[in-house]
């Protein structure tokens, strides 16, 4: 017997929550959430996308234990600025049954049409920033901090459910030269000159002058909000959102994986990258403490994989070459810290001005992920 219900408490959200990382014990590719992100994550005090999104949180039984869980998000911004008539779904985790997919989609369903919704779409979040998209391909292949995993058997569900295919995202890992692109950093300083643009360095302000570095950081996530506002399924970012992703980037900043160029003290482009934080995750199995500050420390200071966080460009400076400047900054510092390979994360496929960034380089198609669409009626 199946029965599905809809969870508020806070001790039922940490069911929800160790679910997934209960469901993947053992997975070595599987990459699981910090609690203290997803409390915040589904938390209206602390994420300020509860301002414009409604959400509601679903765990299914059988025989009385646990076996799926999903969450639906009304997200009244996003259905606004693009007119459509779509209930989200996240954090969708299921056992090998699809009997318990099919009733937990039953109860989105039903508040789809009470909400009169004509859609159901997902995985995707509250916003851009949050993990998109289901892993459709390359199951034999890790995760990043950025994506969620979920095993193959998944896909099964969803075309049995009726669904189809909304978006697909790309997922590329890119090998790490050997030595510096000389070509790029003459076409680097060319640009510079030409254009008036400086890079920030982020090394000395981390250092000096953390409130400067937080100022621009912040305008780095005012460019993102305004360079990816026509892709799918995003929305404006929040100065409260900007804050909570800034203290993200800030837990696993190297300054030498950050660029950002400026010109007369106002952001112009950025790129951020990480280090891989797939072992510390892993052993955290949702805490950083105490078990994973060891992993945590190891992984800041010998980075093997590093992942790419986010790449943007204001529009007023497309194509006048800042790209090259991030580009080269990144690879350099890439190189400097003996990175091999770098994760590009999920890149929308019609998305050709990001893809075309890797063209010059060695790089191989490792995942695809995917955004699903299913009818309500």
Known sequence: MIEVREISSKKDKKKFFKFFIDLYKGNKYAVPNLYEDE???FDPN??????FADCKMFLAYKDGKIA????GIWHRGANEKFGLKQLRFTR???IDDFSVTEALFNELKKWAKELGMTEITG??????????GMLIDGFDQDSTYIEIYNYPYYVEHMQKLGAYKNADWNCYRIKVPEKPDERLQRLSDLIAKKNGYTLVDVKYLLKHDKPKLSDYIMQCLGVL????????????????????????IYMALIPELAAVVLKDDKVVSYGFMMPSMKNVLQKARGNIFPFAIIPYI???KHIEVADMMSIGVAKEHNNKG???MIMNSCLNGLIKLGVKELETGPELETNENVQNLWKNYERKLVKRRRCWGIKVD
């Open 39 to 41: 409390f915040a994550e």
């Open 46 to 51: 602390i994420n300020d996308a509860f301002r």
């Open 68 to 71: 799926g869980r999903v969450a």
């Open 92 to 94: 969708f985790d299921v």
């Open 123 to 132: 995985p995707i979040g509250f916003s851009d920033l949050a993990e998109e």
């Open 225 to 248: 909000d305004e360079a990816f506002a026509e892709l799918y399924g995003t929305s404006p970012l929040s100065e409260k959102q900007k804050e909570r992703e800034m203290k993200t």
């Open 298 to 300: 190891k992984a800041m």
């Open 322 to 324: 800042s790209v090259a």
